[in-house]
Nanobody, 124 residues
Framework: VQLQASGGGLVQAGGSLRLSCAASGRTENMHAVGWFRQAPGKAREWVVVISRSGGVSVYAEAVKGRFTISRDNAKNTVDLQMNSLKPEDTAVYYC??????????????????WGQGTQVTVSS
């Protein structure tokens, strides 16, 4: 499975961006898909996860109510709509997928497939 993240950019605080994660290859091996982010000098942080069917999603407290994840298995895409962006959202954002059902969705080590990352910069 190959993942390609896109959609990052520079936006002012309060603005919006939409990230997309496109999957190719053996996509039938993909289970839950998560988005993570990593700011300079900080540890990788889990942001949100969506189940294989797309019916269940869980958000980190820091983004709850502002970010929305969606999944289209027919198109093999997972999108992350980010609204009301804050400077503290600035980071490189990565999409990642598990290859089996693993409850520890916030643990980046449980994700097997990773995209290359896309930079999100929010100016104040």
């Amino acid at each position: 499975v190959q993942l390609q993240a896109s959609g990052g950019g520079l936006v002012q605080a309060g603005g919006s961006l939409r990230l997309s994660c496109a999957a190719s290859g053996r996509t039938e091996n993909m289970h839950a898909v998560g988005w993570f982010r990593q700011a300079p000098g900080k540890a990788r942080e889990w942001v949100v996860v969506i189940s294989r069917s797309g019916g269940v999603s869980v958000y980190a407290e820091a983004v709850k109510g502002r970010f929305t994840i969606s999944r289209d298995n027919a198109k093999n895409t997972v999108d992350l709509q980010m609204n009301s962006l804050k400077p503290e959202d600035t980071a490189v954002y990565y999409c990642a997928a598990q290859d089996r059902p693993v409850p520890a969705y916030g643990d980046w080590t449980t994700y097997v497939y990773w995209g290359q990352g896309t930079q999100v910069t929010v100016s104040s």
